[in-house]
């Protein structure tokens, strides 16, 4: 087997497992990804000179128990 994610070979016919299940939780990937936009957000803010806004924009992250420093 090849290098890659996947641990089964892809079957013979080429069709592909429905990656649609209905089981999987994407709670904490829409989380990460709500997390990324707020850092680019200020990321750009810091770039531009806007550092007060770049905090306040970081400061959304902090109010998550899992950012708060010790």
């Known amino acids: 087997m090849g290098a890659g994610g996947s641990a089964a070979e892809a079957p013979a016919d080429g069709t592909l497992t429905d ?23 200020a990321m750009d803010q810091a770039d531009s000179g806007d550092l007060e806004g770049a905090e306040t924009s970081m400061g959304r992250l902090n109010a ?5 420093s010790a």
């Open 19 to 41: 990656v649609g299940d209905p089981d999987i939780d994407n709670s904490e990937l829409e989380t990460l990804e709500s997390d990324l936009a707020i850092i680019a957000v």
């Open 64 to 68: 998550d128990p899992a950012f708060e």
